[in-house]
């Protein structure tokens, strides 16, 4: 009886669809996004979601989260207060002409007492964290839409500080 030759052509195992593990991922990613504009830590982050440290530092490094919790979370009250500290600097050193402190001026003014920029942007990172928190319950609140939602308060936002033309001095 002749001796079977063995079989040299071996099969490479089916690779697993890395598919759910990806949108768990992202999910992860856009929640721990929004604990950052929360203003948690990195740690208590990882923490929460179950990812290490690293892997929140990496991706606020890649999504420039700390830029844009800064945006987000200076509130109106502390914008105004930063004007005003600036004024005062600028007046203090007399190089400022009329022209300039009557523009200052009515920036404060602007910023103080009209939905504004700022307004937006707090409401926007209230409804942000509205988001984390229904995503929890939520199996059709996906990390997609999330991602949508934010591009275009993002892009809302740039429209509105591009038409106010308010000179933050």
Known sequence: MAEKEPNNTTQKPRKASNKPRKNQLDKERELARLYYFNGDSQKTIAE?????????????????????????????????????????????????TADEIIKAAAAVEKLDKKTNV??????????????????????????????????????????????SKVNFI
């Open 48 to 96: 929460r979601i179950g990812v290490s440290p690293q892997t929140v530092n990496r991706w606020a490094k890649d999504g420039e989260w700390e830029r844009l919790r800064a945006a987000r979370t200076i509130s109106r009250k502390e914008l105004v207060l930063k004007m005003l500290q600036k004024i005062n600097e600028r007046l203090d050193s007399d190089d400022w």
């Open 118 to 163: 700022v307004t937006m942007m707090e409401v926007f990172a209230a409804f942000g964290n509205w988001l984390a928190a229904r995503m929890q319950i939520d199996p059709n609140l996906t990390p997609e839409t999330v991602n949508v939602i934010t591009t275009y308060q993002d892009i809302f936002i740039g429209e509105q500080m591009a038409a």
